[in-house]
């Protein structure tokens, strides 16, 4: 096994760390007027207002939608919902803040004291979320190329004001496994319940790792830095092990850590200090004057809670207890277009076709093959291949209709071309020899010609499988495979 930098600082050191995640809510309009959040590849300050702008008596609006979405992503963790909620102001000045503060909330967040359950290497692990609240995005700094007095900064205000959930982990994530399984699974849950698009990359969810270390067997907190720029989930744990890395060894040697704003350098591979941590008390926090608190009536919590659909945990839980391994749920529930497929073949699977088994290795396998080759029209227009019939071949395997090995070049024809299955089946002509006395005339025939396998095979030596392979040949593929194997041992070992 080998042992990282990081691993050997943890032997001495214990890693608290704690996650904070900014999701874009997919919400039509921004979160206090009515500009449109779709600017993704539009022109420049295209989609903006004298809110968003922060022009000076512009009155915000609360986006219903946004509220929405925050709830139900509290109720899907399991979270307390208050009945009042209300906004604060949060002052400080940068170039993309027009307004010279940022509306959030701060005392009473829309849901408190959650929790997602995620699988690691070493196990189950529940992560706890302090809270989830809204609050509005700022604007987007252009950094012009060039340098010294040519160089030019601009600012496009589209993205100013679109609606923006900050998620908060208490302290109590061990490792960075941890940290980005829990970011993995939020995405999902985020995405399966419809409230964010969550693609790291695009910036629609944005990870930050808060990361100190205490000497094992101690309580207090180590002083933490705050690690920003993580665009993918690779890269959170990996500047997590970064920092436990470069924090161990400053401790080892005595050097003090501060309170800083890091930022993650994917090139490098190391984070760079950005900037002295803010404290609360930097920012001022003040009730938002222009907004009323917001009530939030059980009828509209039951209402939102009644609107969920399946959660990724519970589809886990149902595809196990179909009969899956947890490895393929997992597999399947994190991938939409293989969920969309498992769910499509299974419901059209009917009472004695395929196991879901089956149908789930097909999804994970030859199907999911077949889309990343582009040679699947699955669930396409007319001509395509279909659930019902990709059910009827998978059925006709497992049901020993059709061999494996020719159900496969069934599916895969099916998968290319749309041949309806029942043309595909009446073509592939009578189905295996599963008459075990035919087998048996083969069998035999292939034992008197094959002395020399017969010795190595009561010698002990792995020849079944030559045995298997010479019938196989003999029947043309029309054998069960499987069923020639046992046969060809009962055969020998009687001989024997
Ligand atoms: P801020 O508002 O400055 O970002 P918070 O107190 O809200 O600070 O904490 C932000 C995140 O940092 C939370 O996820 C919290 O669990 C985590 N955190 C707090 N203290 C520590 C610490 N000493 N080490 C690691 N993470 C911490
Ligand atoms: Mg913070
Ligand atoms: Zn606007």
């Given at each position: 096994m080998t042992t990282t930098a990081a691993d050997a600082v943890l032997e001495r050191y214990e890693a608290v760390i704690g996650i904070e995640i900014h999701c874009q809510l997919r919400t039509n309009s921004k979160m206090f007027c009515g500009c449109s959040t779709a600017y993704d590849g539009a022109a420049p300050n295209t989609h903006n207002c004298p809110v968003c702008l922060g022009l000076p008596g512009a009155l915000p609006v609360i986006n219903r939608q946004a509220v929405e979405y925050v709830i139900a992503t509290g109720l899907a963790i399991g979270a307390q919902i208050p009945e009042r909620t209300q906004w604060e102001r949060?002052?400080?000045?940068?170039?993309?803040?027009?307004?010279?503060?940022?509306?959030?909330?701060?005392a009473i967040p829309l849901a408190a004291y959650g929790r997602l359950a995620i699988e690691t290497s070493a196990g189950p692990f529940v992560v706890e979320i302090r809270r989830a609240h809204l609050e509005e995005d700022t604007a987007k700094l252009v950094h012009g190329e060039g340098g010294g007095a040519d160089r030019t900064t601009l600012v496009d205000f589209n993205r100013s004001g679109a609606p923006l959930m900050e998620v908060v982990t208490e302290p109590t994530?061990?490792?960075?496994?941890?940290?980005?399984?829990?970011?993995?699974?939020?995405?999902?849950?985020?995405?399966?319940?419809?409230?964010?698009?969550?693609?790291?990359?695009?910036?629609?969810?944005?990870?930050?790792?808060?990361?100190?270390?205490?000497?094992?067997?101690?309580?207090?907190?180590?002083?933490?830095?705050?690690v920003k720029n993580m665009n993918s989930f690779r890269s959170v744990e990996r500047a997590i092990a970064y920092e436990i890395e470069r924090q161990g060894h400053a401790l080892d040697n005595g050097e003090p850590l501060v309170m800083e704003t890091r930022g993650w350098d994917d090139g490098r591979q190391l984070t760079y200090r950005m900037r002295a941590k803010e404290t609360s008390e930097d920012y001022r926090y003040f009730p938002e004057p222009d907004l009323p608190p917001l009530r939030v009536d059980a009828g509209w919590v039951s209402a939102v809670r009644a609107a969920l659909p399946e959660l990724p945990s519970a589809r886990r839980a149902r595809y196990a207890a179909l009969g899956?391994?947890?490895?393929?749920?997992?597999?399947?529930?994190?991938?939409?277009?293989?969920?969309?497929?498992?769910?499509?073949?299974?419901?059209?699977?009917?009472?004695?076709?395929?196991?879901?088994?089956?149908?789930?290795?097909?999804?994970?396998?030859?199907?999911?093959?077949?889309?990343?080759?582009?040679?699947?029209?699955?669930?396409?227009?007319?001509?395509?291949?279909?659930?019902?019939?990709?059910?009827?071949?998978?059925?006709?395997?497992?049901?020993g209709l059709v061999t494996r090995q020719v159900g496969r070049d069934l599916l895969d024809r099916h998968l290319s071309d749309g041949t309806p299955a029942s043309n595909l089946l009446a073509a592939a002509g009578p189905g295996p020899i599963s008459d075990d006395a035919a087998l048996l005339s083969h069998i035999d025939k292939v034992i008197a010609a094959n002395p020399r396998a017969v010795a190595d095979y009561h010698a002990g030596k792995p020849v079944a499988g030559f045995f298997t392979g010479q019938v196989m040949k003999a029947t043309g593929g029309a054998a069960d495979a499987a069923r020639v194997t046992t046969l060809v041992r009962e055969r020998l070992n009687l001989e024997g």
């Amino acid at each position: 096994m080998t042992t990282t930098a990081a691993d050997a600082v943890l032997e001495r050191y214990e890693a608290v760390i704690g996650i904070e995640i900014h999701c874009q809510l997919r919400t039509n309009s921004k979160m206090f007027c009515g500009c449109s959040t779709a600017y993704d590849g539009a022109a420049p300050n295209t989609h903006n207002c004298p809110v968003c702008l922060g022009l000076p008596g512009a009155l915000p609006v609360i986006n219903r939608q946004a509220v929405e979405y925050v709830i139900a992503t509290g109720l899907a963790i399991g979270a307390q919902i208050p009945e009042r909620t209300q906004w604060e102001r949060k002052n400080y000045f940068y170039p993309d803040l027009p307004k010279g503060y940022q509306i959030s909330q701060y005392a009473i967040p829309l849901a408190a004291y959650g929790r997602l359950a995620i699988e690691t290497s070493a196990g189950p692990f529940v992560v706890e979320i302090r809270r989830a609240h809204l609050e509005e995005d700022t604007a987007k700094l252009v950094h012009g190329e060039g340098g010294g007095a040519d160089r030019t900064t601009l600012v496009d205000f589209n993205r100013s004001g679109a609606p923006l959930m900050e998620v908060v982990t208490e302290p109590t994530i061990r490792t960075g496994e941890q940290a980005r399984r829990y970011a993995e699974e939020l995405q999902l849950l985020l995405r399966a319940i419809g409230v964010s698009d969550a693609d790291m990359e695009r910036g629609q969810m944005r990870v930050e790792a808060n990361v100190s270390l205490r000497p094992r067997g101690t309580e207090p907190f180590g002083t933490r830095v705050e690690v920003k720029n993580m665009n993918s989930f690779r890269s959170v744990e990996r500047a997590i092990a970064y920092e436990i890395e470069r924090q161990g060894h400053a401790l080892d040697n005595g050097e003090p850590l501060v309170m800083e704003t890091r930022g993650w350098d994917d090139g490098r591979q190391l984070t760079y200090r950005m900037r002295a941590k803010e404290t609360s008390e930097d920012y001022r926090y003040f009730p938002e004057p222009d907004l009323p608190p917001l009530r939030v009536d059980a009828g509209w919590v039951s209402a939102v809670r009644a609107a969920l659909p399946e959660l990724p945990s519970a589809r886990r839980a149902r595809y196990a207890a179909l009969g899956l391994g947890a490895y393929d749920a997992a597999v399947i529930t994190a991938d939409a277009t293989m969920t969309t497929a498992f769910e499509a073949i299974t419901a059209a699977a009917g009472v004695d076709a395929a196991p879901a088994k089956e149908v789930a290795n097909f999804v994970t396998g030859a199907h999911a093959k077949a889309l990343k080759a582009g040679d699947a029209n699955f669930l396409g227009t007319a001509g395509a291949s279909t659930p019902a019939g990709i059910a009827t071949l998978l059925g006709a395997i497992a049901s020993g209709l059709v061999t494996r090995q020719v159900g496969r070049d069934l599916l895969d024809r099916h998968l290319s071309d749309g041949t309806p299955a029942s043309n595909l089946l009446a073509a592939a002509g009578p189905g295996p020899i599963s008459d075990d006395a035919a087998l048996l005339s083969h069998i035999d025939k292939v034992i008197a010609a094959n002395p020399r396998a017969v010795a190595d095979y009561h010698a002990g030596k792995p020849v079944a499988g030559f045995f298997t392979g010479q019938v196989m040949k003999a029947t043309g593929g029309a054998a069960d495979a499987a069923r020639v194997t046992t046969l060809v041992r009962e055969r020998l070992n009687l001989e024997g």
